[in-house]
């Protein structure tokens, strides 16, 4: 189990830091909205990734071959993000309507963030084919043994959380050096990182299937 435990952990660490729109939003509510706000958005993330990691466990390559046979989902996940993005680098957003949202007295959803966080993550397919390939590399080692598989994985969602409480702290840090017009520049940069990884997903939508291959997903993981 220890040996679980120490396995998981890096793994969880090197996972916060994989650069994605999740990574950017995150660093944004951090500068933006304050630690608990950070925090709310991070959980809605963590329990998307708990679903995935579940239905990747107990469907396995099967789903995970069926995923490469629907790249429509690429292209809707794709679409929803890029349109997110679009939203976010066109909405104009005054001066003093974002001092007010920067003031301790803002009223912050925190249930919104929540939400935001969750779906953000799962309309990303890549994520659940990510997990999937996790799985499959990491079942043997762990003998199939769903004790074994809770530590595991139990373990490395709590490195990841307690990583990105890290990145909250220090992005929030950041706050006391930024003017407004940074932080609108910053808001902008945001919704352009999730524009591009959007198209990246719908790209994927529409490579050949061999490309899409569980196989060639598997090695490269392994790798």
Partial sequence: MLEDIQAAIPLGFFLAFMIGPVFFVLIETSVTKGFRA?????????VADIIFIGLAYFSSFQLLENLSNQPGLYVFGGSILTVYGLIVFLKKTKHNELKAQLSSSF??????????????????????????????????????????????????IVGYFITDIFKIILAKQLKKQLTLKRILKIKKLLGVILIICGLVLITKGFLPKDKLNPQTIIEEIRE
């Fill in 107 to 156: 009223k912050v959803n925190y249930i919104e963030l929540f939400v935001k966080g969750f779906l953000l993550n799962f309309i990303n397919v890549g994520v659940l084919i990510f997990w999937l390939g996790i799985i499959i590399v990491t079942g043997p080692s762990l003998e199939n043994d769903i004790n074994r598989f809770y530590v595991f994985f139990g373990s490395l």
């Fill in 38 to 46: 950070a925090v709310a958005f991070d959980l809605g993330v963590i």
